[in-house]
């Protein structure tokens, strides 16, 4: 039971939205310039607000987090984060269209709408980890935007893994497939922000 309650802590202080918050928070630490209220509002919206409302509500309304829904059944919170990030990309493609240092939000929501549309695929066949994919997705992509160094935090997916199969929630395959996901989605809007 000690290491149930454990697992679920280690699933919430390192669940997707908030492994996003801490790389944001980083980014800020390191490009101080960035951190503004049309930056901040942004990413409250469009990274938070809108996609994990609805997580939220379900949680409310059913006392069962959509992480223990079967792949399927998660389909339309994924979807809801998908058109969520496009927006976000928009609004800090247009409102930070000439400056550079904004480039990683940009990639941020890039990520997102990559790795949104790669969990409605693997939703359909499996259940992808959200926990292993939403904590490499943002590490990744801050490590290529301020160094390599970064990968190092990639150690605390140890207990994050641990956690979801403690809990029963996810499978080896499910963990490993979601940390893909997660990993894929950030080279790939590195590169297509910098094309």
């Given at each position: 039971?000690?290491?149930?309650?454990?697992?679920q802590?280690i699933?919430?202080?390192?669940?997707?939205?908030?492994?996003?918050a801490?790389?944001?928070?980083?980014?800020?630490v390191?490009?101080?310039s960035t951190?503004?209220i049309?930056?901040?509002?942004?990413?409250i919206?469009?990274?938070?607000?809108?996609?994990?409302?609805?997580?939220l509500?379900?949680?409310l309304?059913?006392?069962?987090?959509?992480?223990t829904?079967?792949?399927?059944?998660?389909?339309?919170?994924?979807f809801?984060?998908?058109?969520?990030y496009?927006?976000?990309?928009i609004?800090?493609?247009?409102?930070?269209?000439?400056n550079?240092?904004?480039?990683?939000?940009?990639?941020?929501?890039?990520?997102?709408?990559?790795?949104?549309?790669?969990?409605?695929?693997?939703?359909i066949?499996?259940?992808?980890?959200?926990h292993?994919g939403?904590?490499?997705a943002?590490?990744?992509?801050l490590?290529?935007?301020?160094?390599?160094?970064?990968?190092?935090?990639?150690i605390?997916?140890?207990?994050?893994?641990?956690?979801?199969?403690?809990?029963?929630?996810h499978?080896?395959?499910?963990?490993?497939?979601g940390?893909?996901?997660g990993?894929?989605?950030?080279?790939?809007?590195?590169?297509?922000?910098?094309?």
């Open positions: 039971m000690k290491s149930q309650r454990i697992a802590f699933s919430q202080i390192l669940n997707a939205p908030i492994v996003c801490y790389a944001l928070m980083i980014y800020w390191f490009i101080p951190l503004n049309m930056s901040v509002t942004g990413a919206l469009f990274l938070f607000v809108f996609p994990w409302a609805p997580v509500l379900f949680y309304k059913s006392r069962v987090g959509p992480s829904l079967s792949g399927k059944k998660r389909i339309p919170f994924v809801i984060g998908f058109i969520s496009i927006i976000g990309a609004y800090f493609s247009y409102v930070f269209s000439d550079n240092s904004y480039k990683f939000f940009v990639a941020l929501h890039i990520t997102y709408i990559i790795f949104s549309a790669l969990l409605i695929l693997g939703n066949v499996s259940k992808p980890s959200v292993m939403g904590f490499f943002p590490i990744v992509l490590s290529l935007f301020l160094g390599w160094h970064f990968l190092l935090l990639t605390l997916s140890i207990p994050i893994a641990w956690s979801r199969k403690e809990l029963g929630v499978t080896k395959n499910q963990l490993i497939t940390t893909f996901i990993i894929i989605s950030a080279i790939a809007s590195y590169f297509l922000v910098f094309l």
